[in-house]
């Protein structure tokens, strides 16, 4: 995982089908996918198939028994998306081998995690608008840090 240029992880995803979305996009954004279980599916699904296409290949996740997995298989500032920021995801300077993490569909993450974050960021959204799909806000969050520090 040396050099690599930006992660994504997703914490207990509950939708298979937003893991294959975040797949494609991982791939698209030539980021690494990390899975961080429990997952509120059965891993093996089709929907995961069904939505990422052939994009597996090219993004394959890497999955983690749990938080503590990741944290010490995954070195890098972790950048937490949560509508509780105050900050902007565009008003951030992306570094290479930042973590974006997204937190599960029903909850985000739980107060312990949020608080490691080293950076919080939000996607502004219209009035009375609550959240984006996970995959959704991953592709916003992984186009503005590839933007910033190009794809190089």
């Keep these: 995982?040396?050099?690599?240029?930006?992660?994504?992880?997703?914490?207990?995803?509950?939708?298979?089908?937003?893991?294959?979305?975040?797949?494609?996009?991982a791939a698209c954004f030539g980021a690494e996918l990390h899975v961080i279980e429990p997952c509120g599916f059965p891993w093996k699904t089709r929907d995961i198939?069904?939505?990422?296409?052939?994009?597996?290949?090219?993004?394959?996740?890497?999955r983690h028994a749990d938080w503590r997995a990741f944290r010490e298989g995954v070195p890098g500032r972790?950048?937490?998306?949560t509508t509780?920021?105050?900050?902007?995801?565009?008003?951030?300077?992306?570094?290479?081998?930042?973590?974006?993490?997204l937190g599960q569909e029903s909850a985000g993450v739980?107060?312990?995690?949020?608080?490691?974050?080293?950076?919080?960021?939000?996607i502004p959204l219209a009035p009375g608008a609550r959240s984006l799909n996970m995959a959704m806000a991953g592709a916003i969050g992984m186009a503005?840090?590839?933007?910033?520090?190009?794809?190089?």
Excluded: C
């Design 110 to 122: 739980p107060e312990d995690i949020h608080n490691e974050a080293d950076i919080r960021l939000r």
């Design 49 to 62: 198939e069904r939505v990422s296409l052939d994009y597996g290949a090219l993004a394959p996740p890497h």
């Design 144 to 152: 503005e840090a590839r933007r910033q520090i190009g794809w190089g």
């Design 1 to 25: 995982m040396a050099g690599v240029m930006l992660h994504l992880a997703l914490f207990q995803p509950e939708i298979a089908a937003n893991v294959g979305a975040a797949i494609r996009a």
């Design 78 to 81: 972790i950048i937490l998306m």
């Design 84 to 101: 509780k920021a105050e900050t902007a995801y565009h008003e951030h300077d992306w570094q290479r081998g930042d973590i974006l993490l």
